[in-house]
């Protein structure tokens, strides 16, 4: 029979949502919710480090999220800078590499400045790819391939009628990573919000009511399960994919 292949991920993306719905519940300050959030980030990589899952990126920060209130983009800013002054040394430990995603020409010198220094310190690492979209919409990611497409066009190194789906995925972000596997977004919320569009394009969708805060190992087994049990069909029959299995 056809069905599942039974495989894990090579590759997660991760909606992290949920933070200030947390935080609100239990009577607090949305900031305590990001507090929060920021373990269960850490336990995530740790989770992909434990589980052989090479390729990890997490939503941390969108390009609409600057019109937040001042307040809490502060403290979002402060968590992020402090996560990079405490967490290097274990990421290198563990053998992650670290990456960033995003226009990053936006965040503050000094921050630019630590995550320059974060993906220099981890460089070496081979176990897990962390990729952190900051300052990231899918709409960006597009218009900055499509502009580096069009210099090339300008150039003469390509026809404008010869330009192909390779020449946008060779300029988008993450070009050199196997596109996500798995999508997972936490809090209830079914949309993508301006993430990877183009990388997305055949990936399982995962949903799960928890707030980020609560996603823990039993909620990642729980999305890797699902997942496993799901039959990727890329536009073809299940008999041709058992064909070919077979083959
Ligand atoms: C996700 O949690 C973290 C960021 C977007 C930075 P939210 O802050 O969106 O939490 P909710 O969705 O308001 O509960
Ligand atoms: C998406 O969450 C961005 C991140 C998790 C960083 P949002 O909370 O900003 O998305 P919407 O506003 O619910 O679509
Ligand atoms: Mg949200």
Redesign the pocket.
């Known amino acids: 029979m056809p069905g599942p292949s039974g495989v894990m991920p090579q590759h997660v993306a991760i909606v992290m949502?949920?933070?200030?719905?947390w935080a609100k519940q239990r009577g607090r300050a949305r900031t305590f919710g990001h507090h929060r959030g920021a373990r269960a980030t850490r336990s995530a990589v740790e989770y992909c480090v434990r589980n052989d899952i090479p390729n990890l990126t997490l939503f941390a920060f969108s390009s609409e999220n600057w019109s937040r209130p001042a307040e809490e983009v502060g403290v979002l800013m402060k968590l992020f800078m402090r996560a990079l002054r405490t967490e290097i040394r274990e990421l290198k430990k563990h053998g992650v590499r670290l990456r960033f995603i995003g226009d990053l020409s936006r965040f503050s010198g000094p921050l630019q400045k630590a995550m320059e220094d974060g993906i220099a310190e981890t460089a070496q690492g081979t176990k897990v790819c962390l990729n952190i979209a900051v300052n990231y919409g899918g709409r960006w990611d597009l218009v900055q391939a499509a502009r580096q497409v069009a210099r090339a066009v300008e150039r003469g190194e390509i026809k404008a009628d010869d330009v192909a789906e390779e020449h946008f995925s060779q300029y988008l972000t993450l070009s050199d990573t196997v596109e996500p596997d798995l999508f997972i977004r936490t809090?209830g919320?079914t949309r993508i919000s301006n993430f990877l569009l183009w990388q997305l394009a055949y990936t399982e969708l995962y949903f799960t009511e928890l707030l980020w805060p609560d996603f823990d190992d039993a909620a990642f087994d729980a999305a890797i399960t699902a997942f496993r049990k799901r039959e990727r069909r890329f536009g073809v029959l299940s008999e041709q994919l058992e064909r070919a299995a077979g083959a």
């Open positions: 949502d949920g933070n200030g719905r809090s919320e």
